[in-house]
């Protein structure tokens, strides 16, 4: 397991003081507690890195225990699964594997004691009766006629409940504190029932199981834990916790520390609401990329490295919020960036003869970007026939096409200008296939056009079923106002079987490895592939594809928006199509920067849509900045802090210039740029003062390089072993997480070259 970096927040606040009083002795030990009741989702993902980080900075242990006290809802393979989640994320518990059901004993014996002091007893009252009497949070609560039963009646029936003279729900055993406290969950709460299941582990050892409240403190103190570490809805439940621990024979003295939970929007976590989704068959189980569990998101291609640094990223708080789906997406795009080797895939194929192509041809493309520093290329077989993207056609083409068109020229990625010639249609007029002419010099010559395009042979490619996912449902909180399942994404999963790949791809990929499909977005080959029958999964989008809607609906929904087609084109930019209608500037403004080289045609769109975002661009043109990279920075992240219009951004044009330059100059890395920008965001800082005081200016210092080599290795000894014996798959692991404990600041090529140095 790596070494995280040291966290601070409210909560290690707290154990520095303990550690400061000594009041543990100077030890620090967390726990996670799951109940054995479905599998981990990403909110279980946020509690894991917290405690097991937290032991780990402290140089402490973090125990991993199962909360197995309701037999009717738990499951041996819920308590595989979980271990195998947690030990994906990169976390080990050791020795220290726990269960509730090891202390049922103990716990008996406890609920006894409470008995014998006077401060517990066996009610008869049904449960609705139990819920009548408690009360409202104005009236106090009306105590059980049963509540003064004598210690020697109720040890006598706590013991009948025990050998299961009783059946189930006609005793329980509640404490006796205060029927008018004005924390209701203070008036007499249960602490045992009745229940005649089978358990996963005791058998049928036992017929009654204690509550959850009056167990889990107790396995705290127990197990010797310092700090207690629950979500915010649990700091109701601290009373009853000290009042169980102050009133038994308590081996230790834990205390409980209480932190928002994770709320993921377009997510829900509820472990009935996935178990619906599993049993009524929403999904196709546990694993369905779809779902937030830590199993979906395995098979997703989500990596443990981009969880860990979500959790990181959002921090740790005292107070709930709903967390952007956006920031999680972020961090995967920003692990598999590094890790993923560049490829093309048609996924909805377009036939295209090359009519002046003679003869087969052998093309070179890289597998990664120029600024990563890594040389390897992969062979692209060309031929008379090959497929393109069918929404990379359009016979009527819409202003600002890029792509091709009738009569209209693209280059193929890594190949030839080719310029469409004839349209080929059946007898329903669709479009089924075209043919085009090359130009055999275009690949040496220098000569541009507007538009590059992704290909695959016809001939040397290979089919191959790609999954498109998406976010499983469409609003932010799904059934905050209805039935959650009304608010399923009817397109989170789009099939598309006769995809083509690259026969590189073909020949290269394996279960379990990660792809980026050039303008497609990251992927993953799934466990279902088989041997010439490829899955892939998509991982996630190359930029994110939710916007916001102008004015907030009822539902709170958020508009999906697509590449624009000549079939439809989404809403925003049919909105900004109807103000550069109705403003010749801004109509302008569109073919003006259309013409640029190197800003594409959504980025354009982008820009020209509004008088505000224009003039901010040329402002930052003006101000130095490359136009094509001002583009790409207004239009693909600028865009991410704007609310409803640039004029709400803490930051000018002229920043934006700086902070292009910087990166355009090698100053800093692209990936350093974009947490500047964050920076900025937050602060309206400077980008220049950031990067000083940051410290994100590119490192290429073959000693700082090495220093970085060694950190990386001693944090990944595992991997580092596995890379030295010849896993050369883990190379760009290692790549990325230099990256990533750099800041981004880490030139990548001389990274690249410090790691297979240290091979040998």
């Not at 700091?235 to 081996?251: G, K, T």
């Not at 068109?405 to 296939?433: F, N, Q, T």
Request: with cysteine.
């Amino acid at each position: 397991m790596s070494k995280p970096d040291r966290m601070t927040n409210f909560i290690t606040d707290r154990i520095d003081g303990d550690l400061k009083t000594g009041k543990y002795g100077g030890r620090v030990v967390t726990r996670f507690p799951p109940e054995p009741n479905g599998y981990l989702h990403i909110g279980h993902a946020k509690s894991i890195c917290l405690n097991f980080g937290l032991a780990a900075q402290y140089g402490g242990r973090c125990h991993l225990r199962f909360d197995d006290t309701n037999p009717t809802t738990e499951d041996t393979e819920y308590v595989e699964s979980i271990q195998r989640d947690i030990r994906w994320l990169g976390f080990d518990w050791g020795e220290h594997l726990y269960f509730a059901s090891d202390y049922f004993e103990r716990m008996y014996l406890f609920a006894e004691e409470l008995i014998e002091k006077g401060l517990a007893y066996v009610d008869s009252q049904t449960l609705d009766e139990v819920r009548a009497g408690r009360g409202t949070v104005t009236e106090p609560g009306t105590a059980s006629p049963y509540r003064e039963r004598s210690v020697a009646e109720n040890l006598r029936l706590f013991r009948e409940m025990r050998a299961g003279e009783h059946p189930d729900g006609s005793l329980i055993l509640r404490a006796k504190i205060d029927m008018s406290s004005p924390n209701m969950l203070m008036r007499d709460p249960l602490l045992y029932r009745v229940r005649h299941e089978t358990h996963h582990r005791t058998g049928d050892d036992w017929c009654i199981y204690p509550m959850y409240d009056f167990a889990h403190c107790i396995e705290d103190a127990i197990e010797d834990c310092t700090h207690s570490i629950c979500t915010l809805e649990f700091e109701i439940n601290r009373e009853l916790y000290d009042w169980v621990l102050d009133n038994i024979s308590a081996p230790s003295r834990p205390e409980q520390i209480e932190f928002a939970r994770l709320t993921l929007a377009n997510t829900i976590t509820s472990k009935r609401k996935l178990l619906k989704l599993v049993e009524d068959g929403h999904v196709s189980g546990w694993d369905d990329p779809r779902m937030p569990t830590v199993a979906g998101l395995r098979r997703r291609g989500v990596t443990p490295e981009s969880i860990r640094a979500f959790c990181d990223m959002i921090g740790v708080a005292k107070a709930n919020s709903l967390v952007d789906f956006e920031k999680f997406e972020f961090c995967v795009r920003s692990d598999l960036n590094e890790r993923s080797p560049r490829a093309m895939a048609v996924l909805d194929p377009l036939p295209v003869e090359i009519t002046t192509l003679e003869r087969d041809e052998s093309l070179t493309g890289p597998l990664w970007p120029p600024d990563f520093g890594r040389d390897a290329e992969r062979e692209i077989p060309l031929t008379r026939h090959v497929v393109i993207e069918r929404e990379d056609f359009a016979e009527e083409a819409p202003k600002g096409w890029r792509r091709l068109s009738p009569g209209g020229e693209v280059r193929l990625r890594h190949g030839y200008i080719v310029r469409c010639d004839e349209v080929l249609k059946d007898d329903s007029g669709a479009v089924v296939g075209l043919k085009c002419s090359h130009d055999p010099d275009s690949r040496t010559s220098g000569r541009k056009v507007r538009g590059t395009i992704q290909w695959v042979s016809a001939e040397r490619g290979v089919n191959a079923e790609v999954r498109l996912f998406d976010r499983l449902f469409s609003v932010e909180k799904p059934g905050a106002d209805r039935e959650f399942l009304e608010d399923l994404n009817s397109e989170s999963l789009v099939l598309r079987k006769a995809a083509m790949i690259e026969p590189w791809l073909a020949d290269n990929a394996a279960a379990g490895q990660h792809y980026q499909f050039v303008r497609n977005g990251f992927f993953f080959v799934d466990d279902d592939s088989t041997e010439g029958a490829l899955v892939f999964n998509r991982t996630v989008t190359l930029r994110d594809s939710w916007t916001k809607p102008e004015v907030p609906a009822p539902s709170r929904k958020r508009t999906k928006t697509k590449a624009p087609t000549p079939a439809s084109a989404p809403s925003r930019t049919g909105e900004r199509d109807r103000a550069r209608s109705g403003d010749p500037e801004l109509a302008a403004g569109l073919a003006r920067i259309s013409a640029i080289d190197g800003v594409s045609a959504s980025d354009a769109d982008y820009i020209s849509g509004d008088r505000e975002t224009l003039q901010f661009f040329d402002e930052a043109c003006a101000a130095g900045g490359a136009p094509a990279s001002v583009a790409k920075w207004l239009a693909n992240e600028v865009s991410r802090y704007v609310d409803d219009s640039v004029s709400s951004l803490r930051f000018g044009a002229r920043s934006i210039a700086a902070l292009a330059c910087l990166v355009d100059d090698g100053e800093i890395s692209a990936t350093a740029g974009k947490e500047v920008l964050a920076r900025m965001a937050e602060t309206g800082s400077d980008p220049g003062d950031i990067v000083e005081a940051e410290g994100l200016r590119l490192i290429a210092d073959s000693g700082a390089i090495e220093e970085l080599v060694d950190r990386v290795f001693a944090d990944h000894e595992l991997e580092a072993s596995r890379l030295k014996e010849g896993e050369k798959r883990l190379l760009g692991f290692f790549v990325g997480a230099g990256m990533r404990a750099s800041g981004g600041s880490a030139d990548a090529g001389a990274l690249r070259a410090a790691i297979l140095a240290r091979l040998g």
